[in-house]
């Protein structure tokens, strides 16, 4: 498979910032610094396959990931795999309402990127079994439980690319799925290879030959280390004043700042 040329537009910082605004109006849980690096990491392929979207909610991602996706030299198509329904174990509340799916459909139309969007309106352990496309970027944002974020990962991750990458939403936020399933699965994974964190946003790249990903090893140790330290907290509901402090302190260690275009892009392989 050959590989996509990359670069980024000159103004690839302004054209975010505009994105940013232009989804404003679209319901969604992603903070400006997440919105920006999303569409870094669907602009800039590290190699050749499609982006997958495992929760859409109302199209907020979705919309993001089709314009960036089509600054690439070959733009690519943009699944969502979603139900569409609550409640539901991805989306519990719909704030009254039955189903995203009118407000999905309406904001994507709205957004001029219905042709690049195929959505799988079902569960995603529903597509996986039958998923056979190769993917440069596998997007987690579903089921954040832990059963539910493992199942997505071990669903969709072998089929990742070589160079490909992984994100995973709220991994540090209150939730287990993402952050255990980042630590055990990707941080812990000798395949993996370059890494970090935007936000809430954990991402990698995952290498065939674990050699590959070898010389950033210390930076997924360093990861882990501190990583390991929040997943007392996750598995809990209980904690008391302290114990959230001592959670936010834990979290405040783990560097996950405003990601800069370039410097990811000499990050990665």
Known sequence: MQSPARRLPADFDNWTSDLVRDV?????????????????????????????????FKGKSTVILAKA??????ATIVNAVDPMTAPCETDPDLEGSASSFEDFQKNIGDHNVESQIQL???????????????????????????????????????????????????????????A?????????????????????IAWAQF???????????????????????LIPFLTRDDLSFFEKKKYKFYRW??????????TWIDSID
């Open 24 to 56: 404003a109006n679209v319901a969604g849980y992603l903070a400006p610094n997440e919105m920006k690096f999303l569409a870094l990491m669907a602009a800039y392929p590290t190699a050749s396959g499609e982006i997958l979207e495992i929760g859409s």
């Open 69 to 74: 996706s089509a600054l690439a030299d070959a």
């Open 120 to 178: 799988h309106q079902m569960m995603s352990h529903e597509l996986a079994p039958n998923w056979q496309q190769p993917l440069r970027l596998l997007w987690i944002d579903g089921d954040h439980t832990y059963a539910g974020t493992l199942k997505d990962f071990r669903g969709f991750a072998p089929h990742l690319v070589d160079k490909g990458i992984v994100a995973i939403h709220d991994t540090l936020h209150q939730f287990e799925g993402g």
């Open 180 to 200: 255990r399933v980042f630590l055990e699965e990707v941080l812990r994974n000798p395949n993996f290879g370059a890494c970090g964190f935007c936000g809430s």
């Open 207 to 229: 290498h065939r030959d674990a050699n590959d990903a070898a010389r950033h090893s210390s930076v997924k140790h360093m990861l882990a280390d501190k990583l390991s330290r």
């Open 253 to 262: 260690l783990i560097p996950h700042g405003a990601v800069d275009p370039q």
